[in-house]
């Protein structure tokens, strides 16, 4: 886990626990939840098993896919929450 200790007069973020962070873990089960829309969109193929890593420093989602050939295939969603105070956004 990451914790920030704010420093006195500077910018501060208003999270104080990462990894997994509260919203990570809403996202990677929110990623699950869209089994059925996931599955509709990626036809021929389908997913046949769900593996979830919540707890994870950054949580992950692994679809277990197999192909319209019979073939297994894995697609990894690994959840990463950018600090607050990350001038990217």
Do not use: C, W
């Amino acid at each position: 886990m990451f914790y920030y200790k704010p420093v006195l007069g500077g910018n501060f973020m208003k999270t104080i626990v990462y990894n997994p962070s509260t919203l990570e873990v809403k996202f990677a089960k929110a990623f699950e939840s869209l089994i059925k829309n996931i599955e509709e969109k990626i036809k021929p193929n389908k997913i046949v098993r769900i593996d979830k890593r919540l707890k994870d420093d950054n949580p992950k989602v692994i679809f277990k896919i197999e192909d319209n050939e019979g073939d297994n295939h894995e697609i990894v969603i690994q959840v990463i929450q950018r600090m607050d105070d990350d001038e990217d956004f």
